[in-house]
Structures are given as structure tokens and as C-alpha cells.
């Protein structure tokens, strides 16, 4: 009889046995990281997309290192000397924040015990803290005990289910047969949505025009009484109107629809109302709440505390307001869900099985920081944005879209002299050039036709010097570009 094969635990696999070399990994990695942004003094390197090609590109996956140390110098060449840095003051391109110090403690734990919150046999108490998070967001939207939710992977995916639960609400009314009701099924939103709408309306088989443009007030908030009209003008022509979807924080300008109106709009027409809070969440522990008001009588809301929580990717949420509409998208597998079973599950209320035990984040953040303070940080934001607002409108070389509701302030580098048509097109180039400088990040999109640059302030410590400090940049690369044409303009004549 062969004698039973001995344990032999693999040096580089996380166990009890492998402590030394898991402290010393992490030390090492957390050190490199350290030394890093110790020394960083501007949001990228500048480097460009052929010179980081061909330094990855070098890299033989075929010859591994043998060692962590080793590896973790060469990801430090590779990656963080190139990375983006959300925390640098002069970064104000997308909705990217600086990252709470606790939820990185987190990261630790969930990275190395490595739950799956799909079922309560891999993930235990994991699962409790889940839902009581979701429980506490759903109290602070006003939702009552009957509300349900999920985390998820981010805003796409809290809409598309949102969407999803819409449909199949819908479905299971008075709609007729599934195959002949879903080609007239239909989704109310503006143009300022996300564009996760339009795609979610794709992947969930509904027709190309499913998506029905609602007007706005000319603020870029959607307009209830258009609203209404659309919807009766979709049932009147054959169509079913399935969902409508308001937004808390578009991504240009940060408007908020007039979530209140909406909701009586749908309530009135027996709709589905989705809103898409991603952004906008933030106002849930801030001193501008009022500005949801209404926001408890949808019948979904999807939030991202990776945006205004100040929480590390992922950490985003499905929430509804009738937790037996999550039911909607069960699917029994006796090996996750036994019916048997009197222990909570979360893998039939998700669109994931296998999921990031991500909660534990927030609950760090929260149980460190407390809620008071992640509003604080979000008002702060909102609070630079209109100075900086106030600033642009009062600078001659600038113009401006709007006032901010939010953090977004759209505005473009416009002296006297410039036409519409020459800013359009200085514009764009003029981002690129100031992103290969490094110093400074802005987004770009076009509204109404025309170019415009974008401060997306997600950062509590960016001050206003910061801030000026970026003005400065456009303006000096403004002038450098506009010279570079005239002067080439020159030469041609």
C-alpha cells in the first residue's frame, strides 16, 4: 500500500503556513507605493501610448522573475511610474476620487480571505454586512423594511438590472405575450442620461428605438410635463412604456431631474421609475438632501460609493424599493440556492454569482469616518465648484456653460478675439496637449454642438490655488497654440 502523499504547501499561495512571505509581500508592495507618491507631484508622467506599449511589450510572461521583490519593481516601473493619480490636486477629469484610508485597510482583508458574497457557505458574516449596508443606504434614500438591493459591479450594472426588474415588472402585468410585448417596450430618458440606458436597452433585447428622448427645461433637467406627453404618445401609438429613468447628477453637468414630479408622473401612468444616482448619491449624507427630494419613491435607485463615498473601485449598489422585485431574476441552482436552506442568499438577487466581498469597505469607512464626514467631503467638492465657477465667469479669457448643481463645471479657454468656430477646434487639441504635459488632467465632451473643457471636482483637497493653478496651464498652452496658428496663418499668406 503507497503511503499517503505529504503536504506541501506552495510558497507563493496564502495560507498559515505562508505568513512570512504574505507580511513581507505586502510590506514590500505597500513601501513601493509609498516611495512613490512620496515623490509625485503631478497627476501622469506624460508619457505616451507607443513609449508604454513597447515597455510592456518587452515583458517575457514566459521567463517569470521567482520572486515577489522582483516582480514588484518591475510593476512599479511599468505601473505606477505611468499610472494616473486620482489624489493630485490639478486631476479634475472624470468622476474618479481620492480614496478613503479605510477602505484600503479593507482591501487587505477582502483581497486575502477572498469571500464570495453569492452564498452564506462562502461568505458568512460577509453576507450580514452586506445587507445591513444595503438596509442603511435604502434608509437614507426613505425607503421602508420592505426595501432589498445588491451590490454590484458599478453604475452600468446597477442600471441594467434596474432596467432589467423594469422589464420583467412589466412583463408580468397586463403587457400580453412576452415575445409579441417586448419589440413595443419602451424607456423614458433624456439625452443627458447615461449611456448605460441606451446599452442596457440593447442587451435586454429591446428594440432600436426603445429609448425615447424626453425634452428638457433648457437646463439640461428633464421635464415632467414632456414626460407625460411621451408616455401617452407611446400608448396611444401601440407602444408599452416600461421604465422611465431620471437622473441625479448627469455626467456633463451634474444636474439633477426633478426626481419629485417625475415620480408622480410614473406613479399616475403606473410606470417603472428608475433612478440612476450614481453621482449623485452623495447628497444622501450631505447638507444638500433636499436636493433628492422625491428620490424615495422610485422603485429603484442605483448608487456608486466609488464616486462621491470616496470608496475604491468597485463599490456600487442596486437598491429598491420593494425587495420582492428582486425576485424577478432568481434563478434555482441546487448547488448555490437550495430551497431548503434558512440562511440568507445573495446570488438570486444579482446579475454576478461569484462577487467581491466590497462591502466591507464602506462599512470601514463608515464605521471610521462616520457618514457626517463622507457628506462634509462631497459638500466641499460642491462648494469648489461654484467658486471656481464664479472665477471662470469673472476671467476674460474664459466663458462658461452654466452655474454647477454638483461638482461638474464645463467652460472652455475663449480671448477676445476667438471665434465659436476656432475655440471648437483649438479646443480638443488643446486637452491633448495638457495631458501630455502631465501637470494637469481636465475632461473634454460637446454640448450643443461645440467643445468644451471640464472640471470634474472630486477631490476635497483641491484648492482653489490648485484650481487657478490648472486656469493658468489652459491659458498658457491657449496662447502658445493660438500663436503656433496665427503664425503658421502668417507664413501661408
Not at 122 to 131: D, F, K
Not at 138 to 156: C, H, L, Q, Y
Request: glycine fraction near 8%; aromatic fraction near 6%; proline fraction near 4%.
Amino acid at each position: 500500500m503507497e503511503a499517503p502523499l505529504e503536504r506541501s504547501d506552495s510558497p507563493h499561495l496564502f495560507s498559515g503556513s505562508t505568513l512570512d512571505g504574505y507580511t513581507s509581500g505586502v510590506w514590500h508592495a505597500s513601501a513601493l507605493l509609498a516611495d512613490r507618491v512620496k515623490a509625485v507631484r503631478q497627476p501622469y508622467s506624460g508619457a505616451g501610448v507607443a513609449e508604454l506599449q513597447d515597455q510592456v511589450d518587452t515583458v517575457d510572461l514566459d521567463q517569470p522573475l521567482g520572486d515577489t521583490g522582483a516582480a514588484l519593481h518591475e510593476v512599479a516601473r511599468l505601473y505606477l511610474d505611468n499610472a494616473i493619480w486620482f489624489h493630485e490636486p490639478t486631476y479634475v477629469a472624470h468622476l474618479n476620487c481620492p480614496v478613503a484610508i479605510p477602505a484600503l485597510s479593507a482591501e487587505v482583508l477582502i483581497s486575502a480571505v477572498n469571500s464570495s458574497v453569492d452564498t452564506w457557505d462562502q461568505s458568512s458574516a460577509g453576507t450580514l454586512i452586506e445587507r445591513r449596508l444595503i438596509d442603511w443606504t435604502a434608509g437614507r434614500i426613505g425607503f421602508g423594511p420592505g426595501a432589498d438591493g445588491i451590490f454590484t459591479s458599478g453604475g452600468t450594472q446597477s442600471n441594467l438590472q434596474g432596467l432589467l426588474l423594469a422589464r420583467e415588472e412589466t412583463l408580468a402585468g397586463p403587457a400580453g405575450d412576452r415575445a409579441t410585448a417586448i419589440p413595443k417596450l419602451r424607456i423614458f430618458a433624456t439625452t443627458e442620461s447615461h449611456f448605460s440606458v441606451s446599452k442596457s436597452a440593447g442587451i435586454l433585447g429591446l428594440a432600436a428605438d426603445a429609448v425615447v428622448g424626453v425634452a428638457t427645461d433648457g437646463t439640461g433637467r428633464m421635464d415632467p410635463e414632456a414626460l407625460a406627453a411621451a408616455i401617452d404618445d407611446v400608448r396611444r401609438d401601440g407602444g408599452i412604456p416600461m421604465a422611465v429613468v431620471a437622473t441625479a447628477g448627469t455626467t456633463d453637468l451634474g444636474r439633477i431631474d426633478p426626481v419629485d414630479a417625475i415620480a408622480a408622473v410614473c406613479e399616475s401612468r403606473g410606470i417603472w421609475f428608475h433612478v440612476d444616482a450614481a453621482y449623485g448619491c452623495g447628497l444622501l449624507v450631505s447638507r444638500r438632501r433636499n436636493l433628492l427630494d422625491g428620490i424615495e419613491r422610485a422603485d429603484s435607485v442605483t448608487v456608486d460609493f466609488h464616486k462621491s463615498y470616496f470608496q475604491p473601485v468597485s463599490s456600487s449598489a442596486i437598491v429598491v424599493r420593494r425587495g420582492e422585485t428582486m425576485r424577478r431574476i432568481a434563478v434555482h441552482a441546487d448547488y448555490l440556492n437550495p430551497r431548503t436552506a434558512a440562511v440568507p442568499n445573495q446570488v438570486d438577487k444579482s446579475l454576478q454569482t461569484t462577487r467581491r466581498f466590497d462591502a466591507l469597505k464602506l462599512w470601514m469607512t463608515l464605521r471610521t469616518m462616520g457618514a457626517e464626514q463622507i457628506g462634509a467631503m462631497f459638500d466641499a467638492v460642491i462648494d469648489r465648484a461654484h467658486e471656481v465657477y464664479l472665477e471662470i465667469c469673472d476671467d476674460p479669457d474664459f466663458e462658461a456653460v452654466a452655474a454647477p448643481t454638483l461638482s461638474t463645471v464645463l467652460f472652455r479657454y475663449r480671448p477676445a478675439g476667438t471665434t465659436v468656430a476656432e475655440c471648437d477646434d483649438l479646443m480638443p487639441r488643446l486637452r491633448q496637449r495638457l495631458f501630455h504635459g502631465g501637470r494637469a488632467i481636465v475632461a473634454g465632451t460637446t454640448l450643443g454642438g461645440h467643445y468644451w473643457l471640464k472640471f470634474t471636482l472630486l477631490n476635497p483637497n483641491a484648492t482653489m490655488d490648485d484650481l487657478r493653478s490648472v486656469l493658468d496651464l489652459i491659458r498658457g498652452i491657449g496662447a502658445e497654440m493660438t500663436g503656433e496658428r496665427d503664425g503658421a496663418a502668417a507664413v501661408m499668406a
